[in-house]
């Protein structure tokens, strides 16, 4: 099971320009995908932010497959 990443485009130029959107995902099982938004301004004063956020991100979403996996060995 691989976590991918991928930026998610706002529905204006106006809100990409201020809000930098990650989405994590697992194939196969979008019961796990989770966003996140990131001040661009942040970005700006501190770019290693989307690294953090990053990686953050993948564990997160880790912990909620693990979860929904064992949930579904339950049920």
Known sequence: MTVETRRVML???HDNQKWY???G???GCPQVTK???IA???LVV???ILDEARAKLIADVNEYHA???LLQGLA
């Open 11 to 13: 529905d204006t130029e």
């Open 21 to 23: 959107v990650l989405e």
């Open 25 to 27: 995902s697992v194939a």
């Open 35 to 37: 966003r996140v938004s």
């Open 40 to 42: 661009v301004t942040a």
């Open 46 to 48: 501190r770019p290693e």
């Open 67 to 69: 979860n929904y996996l």
